[in-house]
């Protein structure tokens, strides 16, 4: 049964850096792109970030490029989410998600693509 499992939320102060880790298990993980995506208060869900299966190509919704990098590494079937100069607009429940892909998938920031689901992290960012 595939499992993702997120970790290193919490509070932070604007500016801050925080990392986000998802671990996958249950899953080929390098089969799989990873998507982070995040739920602020009174608010829809929006996609964040995607990572190819093979960590070669990335998306960042406009709102964070330049402050957040997606990564991943494979043999630990981990996906990251770094965040730098964080904003009290970027609080929220982060999200990671994964989709099964061929290698030459164009990435996507469709949230319906996604199969599996982390419970979520809280991130609280005070002014």
């Known amino acids: 049964q595939a499992q993702l499992v997120e970790s290193g939320g919490g509070w932070a102060q604007a500016g801050d850096p925080l ?16 998507g982070w995506l995040r739920q602020a208060p009174r608010k829809e869900r929006e996609f964040v970030a ?15 490029k330049g402050r957040f990098t997606i990564s991943r590494d494979n043999d630990k079937k981990t ?4 965040m730098t100069s964080l904003d009290p607009e970027d609080t929220a429940v982060y999200y990671c998600a994964a989709r099964r892909t061929i290698l030459t998938a164009p990435l996507t920031r469709r949230q319906g693509a996604y199969e599996y689901w982390g419970q979520g992290t809280q991130v ?3 002014a």
């Open 50 to 64: 995607e990572i190819s299966r093979n960590g070669k190509t990335s998306d960042h919704v406009d709102s964070v």
């Open 124 to 126: 609280t960012v005070s």
């Open 79 to 82: 996906a990251y989410l770094q």
């Open 19 to 34: 990392r986000l880790s998802c671990a996958g298990s249950g899953l080929t993980f390098m089969y799989y792109n990873m």
